[in-house]
């Protein structure tokens, strides 16, 4: 009876235990979201659309604090993929291939894919000066594997202006909890919008 009593409690105690970090994991990922949903308030609606050579900041405080909010954004740990995408498209907008380069090879070690390492070679392939994701040779890319490799697909669409294939990978259901995917998805349509109707082509807008 003694050891049916030390089994029962060692049990008890193990599913204690197990709950306890179940609890525990569960408030380090509430946390980062809530350290993500911070800092990706401040992120700029429109950071890296529109044209290469309009996507930088002039002042260089103002470059400064928005790497600031991009750094606390993949320090949270929350949406690493998203939050790294992003943070190297704004070095590559401000003269910082290496760090664009670093940020998509930490993206390939956590995708492990075809595609995100294919990816991830084409930064490290970009030349020292470059500023701009047109630089980028996105051609004879391996298959996307995964909703995060559509994600990056969809991404560097629209990093290259083609916004309305760019919607319809952020548009993938499976990147329905994606915050970022959903938020370019509305983006990239906008803009295409505003394009034809600044552009007056009533017969792809209303057709």
């Known amino acids: 009876r003694s050891r049916l009593f030390l089994g029962a409690a060692a049990a008890v105690l193990l599913i204690a235990a197990g709950f306890a970090v179940q609890q ?15 800092a990706h308030a401040e992120v700029p609606a429109l950071l890296g659309f529109g044209k290469y050579s309009n996507r930088a ?16 954004l993949v320090a949270a740990g929350h949406d690493r993929v998203p939050a790294l995408a992003l943070r190297a498209s704004f070095r ?8 664009a380069a670093e940020d998509m090879g930490v993206v390939k070690r956590i995708l492990g894919t075809d595609y ?21 040779v996105l051609d004879d890319l391996p298959e996307p594997e995964g909703a995060l490799d559509r994600f990056l697909v969809g991404f560097h669409l629209m ?29 990239t349509t906008l ?3 505003s394009t034809l109707l600044r552009e007056g082509d009533e017969d792809t807008l209303y057709g």
């Open 191 to 193: 803009v295409e919008l």
């Open 24 to 38: 525990f994991q569960q408030k380090r990922a509430n946390d980062r979201a809530g350290v993500y949903t911070a």
């Open 116 to 136: 995100a390492a294919a990816l991830a070679e084409r930064y490290e392939d970009l030349p020292e000066t470059s500023t701009s994701a047109g630089d980028l």
């Open 159 to 187: 990093r290259t202006l083609r916004y309305v294939e760019a919607a319809s990978w952020l548009e993938d259901p499976a990147l329905e909890n994606v915050r970022l995917a959903r938020e370019l998805a509305l983006t």
């Open 57 to 72: 900041y002039a002042e260089p405080e103002d470059a400064a604090a928005i790497r600031a909010v991009l750094d606390r």
């Open 92 to 99: 590559l907008d401000h003269a910082d291939a290496a760090g």
